[in-house]
């Protein structure tokens, strides 16, 4: 797919790999629909970007239903369709099952799951009556056990993962493609306040890169860096005896 002229919208786009993106997108002439909730951040971009390409931003908590209908539908005002979405917004942080938080809990699966499955109510119907469309969806390749310390934080990008697979599979009669991504570590704010030791962590730009040609190529899972492809890979598959006792050490 050549996304030059395509109209991308894209959730999370403040800062962080969404607004990576928007730079990377806005620069091969994308027409962009930048949402967020920092309005401020999105003016700013929008005002960098504007030279490159046409470009509209819409203040949007993706936990509120609404306020992603209204930023919908401001798009498809704005451009008159939506040809990808790429739905990016995430948080995350650690937190001990021992200090149980609901509300914290509650807000991780808000954003990072709800606030990617709010999208499909809407986007479907547009994309059945356009008869093409592209969801990209920003997973974890902490999705691939539940690791000591990010229990939400695991079980929300597995929930996001599993979903994203099984609308690959019944979208495509559609010609609805659905993208999963599933970044390792990258350098954003996300991954700051992390205590644990971190190897092989890309750059922004470079993350935004390469999901933008795995984008282009229409796959059907971007996944990097290959180290960790591989680590996760085979963490996935220890047993249960052997998991427990090696996650218990980093506990």
């Known amino acids: 797919m050549k996304l030059r002229d395509k109209v991308v919208l894209i959730t999370g786009a403040s800062e962080g790999i969404g607004r990576a993106l928007a730079i990377e997108l806005a620069e091969e002439k994308s027409k962009l629909v930048l949402l967020a909730r920092n309005e401020e951040r999105l003016s700013e971009l929008t005002s960098e970007l504007k030279s490159y390409t046409d470009v509209t931003y819409q203040k949007c908590d993706v936990r509120n239903p609404d306020n992603v209908k209204d930023s919908i539908e401001k798009a498809i005002k704005t451009f008159g369709r939506i040809d990808v979405a790429v739905l990016n917004a995430g948080i995350g942080y650690r937190m001990k099952v021992i200090d149980f938080d609901y509300e914290r809990t509650k807000k991780i699966y808000d954003t990072n799951l709800y606030g990617a499955l709010f999208f499909f109510e809407y986007l479907i119907p547009i994309f059945k009556e356009q008869k093409s469309g592209m969801i990209v969806g920003v997973s974890s390749m902490a999705d691939v056990r539940g690791f000591p310390g990010s229990a939400a934080y695991c079980s929300s990008k597995s929930a996001l993962t599993t979903f994203l697979e099984s609308s690959r599979v019944e979208l495509s009669r559609y010609n609805i493609k659905v993208i999963t991504v599933r970044p ?12 644990f030791k971190m190897r092989f962590v890309l750059d ?5 890169n390469k999901i933008l040609r795995g984008i282009e190529r229409e796959k059907k899972l971007i996944q990097f860096p290959f180290i960790y492809v591989l680590l996760t890979s085979l963490v996935k598959f220890l047993p249960v005896h052997i998991f427990d006792f090696l996650s218990a050490k980093h506990d």
């Open 184 to 195: 390792g570590f990258v350098d954003t704010n996300m991954i700051k306040n992390n205590k």
């Open 204 to 208: 922004v730009k470079n993350a935004a």
